[in-house]
């Protein structure tokens, strides 16, 4: 374990700096020691004048836990705070944080009385607005948008066109394979980590919203099933591949051409997914993933990405082998993910399959009430909550004096910060169908309104990521060995109005897909009443979130 010493420039006393206790005898050398009770947070990078070298023992009882030290060259390239990350405050109150986007007051000057004030008059104008003006639902789902030429959909529908984007995922993941396996295992000189964290789980968030579901086409685990299925049918025995006998299990082939879907991207399953089964396979994969990225001991190392990757790529292609190619968009945890923020994208499909411009609230409207559905929005929203107080001191302190250890309690947290997510949500549809009455779909009806909920706080989260770590992990990509450093996008206070923005105008959005919905489903008495525990929902979600950004 590396100890650590205050170089004598350090200015001390000010801010949320080290706490001394009063006997301490300060100054630099074999006198300077920590407190017992020094708590330690994470993710933070050394200030001026402060160095870790070796040095005077800590103080006895001082355990400065499992992996003590920071990512090289930076934030961990995950975008995860991971707990091993673990440094003391610093003195200087004016450092901010880039990672995630959230820290603490003194990152983001805003005055938390006017951001609360601010939300909550957003929320009460808008539902009273709605209840007043609002009485039959305006949006038409996926049978509503403005067709585009005939030429761009011949252009964004042809074979030369989807190919090229299969073969740009399959490249790009090709290059991310390669580096993992040969590059240095060093986030700040190894392009993986970001491409996974950053480019991939960051970045699908502004290309789903602008060009609608991508990752259907640049999924390369999907583009590797098609080549594997080809390959497999030409080493087919000639018997098989021609045996057109009839059967009784089996619909003439006429049938089967004029049951496809208009999209060119669904196929016939080999075996048909259970209908019960809907989308909790995604969910499981999301989970997963935050729990890489959030909880375990080396997000941002190669092996650990090797592994990860390597099992989740052998159960998805085993499992699509088995279900066919619907089970990509069904259950892959990233085109979920995609699909679902590409609802609110001004660029989709009507249900005839014509490329459309729509109001994206007529596409979050057309959102599908799957199994499954509710668990994927509550995973995003839940892990989301969960980075955001992971940076605790408080939380920090009980992880490391956890008598289950750090990874269990970790994971203990990121559980339960998604099934507080999950049990708010069901006791708002519990109260909805007490008010109301009962309605087709209790649980899924309303799902579909913490959508922009979700977006809103990931944009909250991700913003200061993605346009630092972004440019970053490219410019390594294109081969520059001198990546500049990440600089802050946008200074303290403009960073503190985009992300109370971002989770105020999620809320907005939410409250306006709800009244729509329940202005459809419940006779005209008792639509706004059946609205109130969703309003509540939403304050209490606002809540949540604006304390996590202003703690």
Not at 1 to 26: K, Q, V, Y
Not at 81 to 109: C, E, F, K, M, N
Not at 160 to 178: I, S
Not at 372 to 380: D, K, N, S
Request: with cysteine; net charge positive.
């Amino acid at each position: 374990m590396t100890p650590l010493r205050l170089a004598p420039d350090l200015p001390l006393g000010s801010g949320p700096g080290l706490p001394f206790t009063p006997d301490l005898p300060l100054g630099s050398g074999p006198d300077l020691s920590f407190a017992p009770d020094l708590p330690f947070t994470q993710g933070l990078p050394l200030g001026p004048g402060l160095s870790v070298a070796p040095g005077p023992p800590l103080a006895p009882g001082v355990s400065a836990g499992a992996g003590l030290g920071a990512c090289p060259g930076g934030p961990c390239a995950g975008g995860g705070h991971s707990s091993q990350d673990v440094v003391p405050y610093l003195a200087d109150p004016s450092t901010t944080l880039l990672a995630h986007g959230i820290g603490s007051q003194h990152d983001l000057p805003i005055s938390p009385f006017y951001a609360f004030a601010g939300a909550f008059a957003a929320l009460f104008v808008s539902f009273l607005a709605l209840g007043l003006l609002w009485s039959t639902s305006r949006f038409r789902g996926d049978r509503s948008g403005l067709a585009l030429p005939a030429r761009f959909q011949r252009v964004a529908d042809a074979p030369a066109t989807r190919t090229t984007l299969r073969g740009l995922g399959l490249v790009a993941a090709l290059a991310v394979l390669l580096h993992l396996l040969l590059g240095p295992d060093d986030p700040a000189r190894n392009l993986a980590p970001g491409a996974v964290y950053v480019l991939l789980w960051v970045g699908l968030v502004p290309a789903s919203l602008l060009l609608g579901p991508v990752w259907r086409l640049l999924n390369p685990l999907r583009t590797l099933h098609r080549l594997l299925a080809v390959v497999l049918r030409r080493r087919a025995p000639d018997r098989l591949r021609h045996d057109r006998r009839p059967s009784p299990d089996r619909p003439p082939p006429n049938r089967l051409r004029h049951d496809r879907r208009p999209s060119p991207d669904r196929l016939p399953p080999d075996h048909p997914l259970p209908p019960w089964l809907g989308q909790w396979p995604a969910a499981v994969g999301l989970f997963g993933f935050t729990w890489l990225e959030l909880v375990s001991p080396d997000p941002a190392s190669t092996t650990t990405l090797l592994i990860a990757l390597g099992c989740f790529a052998t159960v998805q292609l085993a499992l699509a082998a088995r279900f066919g190619e619907n089970w990509f968009a069904d259950a892959d945890p990233f085109e979920a993910y995609s699909d679902l923020l590409a609802r609110l994208s001004p660029l989709g499909r009507r249900a005839d399959g014509r490329l459309v411009l729509r109001n994206p609230f007529h596409g979050l409207d057309a959102t599908p009430e799957r199994p499954g559905l509710v668990a994927i929005v509550c995973v995003l929203l839940g892990s989301t909550a969960y980075d955001g107080y992971s940076d605790n001191p408080s939380w920090i302190n009980a992880i490391q004096t956890s008598p289950l250890g750090r990874i269990p309690t970790a994971t203990l947290g990121l559980l339960g910060s998604i099934a507080l997510v999950a049990a708010l949500y069901c006791l708002c549809a519990a109260a909805t169908r007490l008010v109301s009455g009962p309605h087709p779909g209790p649980l899924t009806a309303f799902a579909h309104s913490l959508v922009p909920i979700a977006l809103g706080y990931l944009v909250a989260h991700y913003f200061s990521l993605l346009v630092t770590e972004g440019p970053r992990t490219v410019i390594m990509a294109a081969g520059t060995d001198n990546a500049r450093e990440p600089l802050p996008p946008l200074g303290p206070g403009a960073l503190a109005a985009l992300q109370v923005i971002a989770v105020v105008t999620g809320h907005v959005l939410g409250v306006i897909a709800a009244h729509d919905r329940s202005v459809r489903l419940f006779p005209p008495a008792k639509a706004v009443a059946g609205q109130l525990p969703l309003l509540a929902l939403m304050i209490t979600y606002t809540i949540g979130g604006l304390s996590l950004l202003l703690n």
